[in-house]
DNA sequence: CGGCATCTTGAAAGAATTCAAGGCTTGTGG
DNA sequence: CCACAAGCCTTGAATTCTTTCAAGATGCCG
């Protein structure tokens, strides 16, 4: 059984971690000055209550005080994939942070608290003022959806697109593309080099190759590539249903 | 043919990204203020260099420039595995962040252009002041050799080993073990739900779990397990150890 | 105590890996 | 500019492993 169920969610409590009595979980070192964020108290989660689920808006990153939370997504093949087992003192959410809204669900595995931090309204023109450590905080969060996106996929050859297709995002062919749906790259690495990335053997790499030829997904010779087939939109980062979703919210 | 030599690094440029002619590679959106980093342009690297090694003391985060880096670490079994292929305008290096030195190697596959990141020497005491977002970003640290630990072990029982190595070091269960090299654990998650996990189906899990039964690595009962052997330290790990860092810094 | 979800185990089927060998590309040197 | 050598890519066949399907056992919660 699973609870659906939501609580309403109550108008959070603002807080101060230097006077919280489980301080020394998230923080076990020593507390931070604040900065400029802020941080709220969150309603307890039941187990089985969501913290987020697929398609919200974003919400800010979590602190876990106590509990353990899950967060999963759903592949493009329908199989759910877990992209993290939360504990106490784990941040939650970074994924979503760069997306604009998260691709994941979050879940409660046994009772949880956590805390939500959020960047007040300078928000809207950060991005002419922001910190480094802040921007940097966004590579981290595209670092992991990366990461995610790697994860290893029922197939080989759905593993294999999607990485081009990423590298071919990540390269900038947006420029250099010869028609819409046409984008030549070049590989800068060799098979098994692939291989020890996506977690397959060289040799399965090299047939997944010729398997994306056959199916006219891509013109394959060497290390230059050819994608056919419209490019995948940088704007939620991801391989493929992200825009999707997105739209969806 | 690879080039296994590191020419003597230079004393690197001290850089402003606001004057840099590349900047918009590193900064797409808009320069950030610098704050408190300082940034360094790094001598080029030449294809085949290193940018670190496996076991080198941590400089601090890297961008990349221009260029292809790939981020490879050997598993324990000594295969390579690949955690990350840069492009333009990628962050390096935070995984090493809250290790104290860098367990992954660093090589370029085209002739690369670097800055480094680096705090200044408010390091020394800054785990009392630091600011949230740097806190914050030694968490996206965590979360990343969490994500690399996680990656697919050529086995399915020493993924699922190191799994649960992982969460009972996390969970705490220093304070609360019984000898010393006997940690008993109860777990949130099922058997399911560790496969969505680790890449494996239900029963490679339920299977794996005998196996480790067998081999005295463990005992098993529904989700109390109990451990046996050394713990893994937290040091090469993940949550712990920042402290160390702003110490070695 | 009963019911349902989770866990476990076995056997067959399917896939990736391994091993091996040949062809191709790339970079080097004459 | 061409030839050579080294590394990389490709392909085939056998093996090994995981997955899948199915059914029974166990444990947990109401």
């Known amino acids: 059984m699973e609870f659906q169920n939501n609580l309403p969610r109550r108008?959070?409590?603002?807080?101060?971690?230097?006077?919280?009595?489980?301080?020394?979980r998230c923080w076990p070192e020593s507390t931070?000055?604040?900065?400029?964020?802020?941080?709220?108290?969150?309603?307890?989660?039941?187990r089985g209550q969501s913290l987020w689920r697929q398609g919200e808006a974003y919400r800010g990153l979590f602190l876990l005080r106590s509990g353990c939370i899950k967060i999963y997504q759903h592949?493009?093949?329908?199989?759910?994939?877990?992209?993290?087992?939360?504990?106490?003192?784990?941040?939650?959410?970074?994924?979503?942070?760069t997306a604009g809204s998260s691709d994941?669900?979050?879940?409660?595995?046994?009772?949880?608290?956590?805390?939500?931090?959020r960047w007040p309204a300078v928000d809207a023109d950060a991005t002419q003022v922001a910190h480094v450590e802040r921007r940097l905080l966004q590579r981290a969060s595209s670092l992991l959806r990366?990461?995610?996106?790697?994860?290893?996929?029922?197939?080989?050859?759905?593993?294999?697109?999607?990485?081009?297709?990423d590298f071919a995002r990540r390269s900038g062919v947006h420029e250099a593309r010869v028609a819409e749906d046409q984008r030549k790259l070049r590989l800068p690495m060799g098979r098994l080099e692939i291989g020890q990335y996506l977690g397959y053997a060289e040799e399965t790499i090299c047939r997944s190759?010729?398997?994306?030829?056959?199916q006219g997904l891509a013109t394959v010779a060497g290390r230059t590539i050819v994608l056919r087939g419209p490019?995948?939109?940088?704007?939620?980062?991801?391989?493929?249903?992200?825009?999707?979703?997105?739209a969806v919210s």
Chains 1, 2 share one sequence.
């Open 104 to 117: 994941s669900h979050a879940v409660a595995l046994t009772d949880a608290m956590v805390c939500r931090l």
């Open 32 to 46: 931070p000055r604040s900065g400029s964020v802020e941080v709220h108290r969150e309603p307890v989660l039941r």
């Open 11 to 24: 108008q959070p409590d603002a807080a101060d971690c230097a006077q919280c009595f489980m301080e020394t």
């Open 209 to 214: 190759f010729h398997r994306l030829q056959e």
């Open 146 to 165: 990366q990461r995610a996106r790697a994860a290893r996929a029922t197939e080989p050859t759905a593993a294999l697109l999607a990485f081009l297709q």
């Open 231 to 246: 490019a995948v939109p940088p704007t939620t980062a991801a391989s493929e249903p992200m825009l999707r979703v997105a």
């Open 75 to 97: 592949s493009s093949q329908g199989e759910e994939q877990v992209l993290q087992f939360a504990l106490t003192g784990d941040l939650l959410g970074l994924e979503a942070m």
